[in-house]
């Protein structure tokens, strides 16, 4: 049974927007900080968004920092990641993350557990 799920990836043009969402298990992960990251061929997980337990606070990555939004919804079973201006360097698999701490860290090694991923691919 899964517990965290991304959707929403594809294919779009340069310029364009996506939005990505992460179904969370709020039995397992009610009161967990969310976080996005993304990987590409040939580099290293990137941090690219979080938000605490309670929606109040984010992190955004200078990278992104201005175009991505992350959000979640009241009852917390879901947390978005509204992308806008995509480039081609924002192709990657986007994950998302939960840790217990619930404070939108930025350290990947601070997520216990990870969603499968989702392909996102920007074309020039």
């Known amino acids: 049974q899964e517990r965290l799920a991304e959707s929403g990836g594809g294919l779009v043009q340069a310029g364009g927007a996506m939005e990505l969402s992460c179904a969370v298990s709020?039995?397992?992960?009610?009161?967990?900080?969310i976080g996005w990251f993304r990987q590409a061929p040939g580099k290293e997980r990137e941090f690219i968004a979080a938000i605490s337990w309670d929606g109040l606070r984010t992190n955004y990555a200078d990278s992104i920092k201005g175009r991505f939004t992350i959000s979640r919804n009241a009852d917390k079973t879901t947390v978005d990641l509204q992308m806008n201006n995509l480039q081609p360097e924002d192709t990657a698999v986007y994950f998302c993350?939960?840790?217990?701490?619930?404070?939108?860290?930025?350290?990947?090694?601070?997520?216990?557990?990870w969603g499968q991923g989702t392909q996102v691919t920007v074309s020039p």
């Open positions: 993350a939960a840790d217990l701490w619930g404070t939108a860290t930025v350290r990947p090694h601070d997520y216990e557990q």
């Open positions: 709020t039995r397992t992960f009610i009161n967990y900080g």
